[in-house]
């Protein structure tokens, strides 16, 4: 599949371990280690294959967005 040149709107985007981690200006390791198992950090999306496998998980954008804005102070 040919890669997108023009960005997905915001509202449609699903992200990465590694897109929050550059969100957040850290190591996407961290967002596994520190953020994700948080009780009210958005829900991970889990999009099985056709093998029946989950892929690594993905996080809508506007989800984390909000998130991070609602711990601002």
């Not at 829900?43 to 954008?61: F, L, N, Q, Y």
């Amino acid at each position: 599949m040919p890669k997108q040149d023009t960005p997905l709107p915001i509202e449609i985007q699903l992200w990465t371990t590694q897109d929050i981690g550059s969100y957040l200006k850290i190591d996407p390791n961290k967002v596994v280690q520190r953020y994700a198992s948080l009780p009210d950090f958005p829900k991970r999306i889990e999009i099985p294959t056709a093998e029946g496998r989950i892929t690594h998980p993905r996080w809508k954008a506007v989800e984390v967005i909000r998130w991070v804005e609602g711990h601002a102070q």
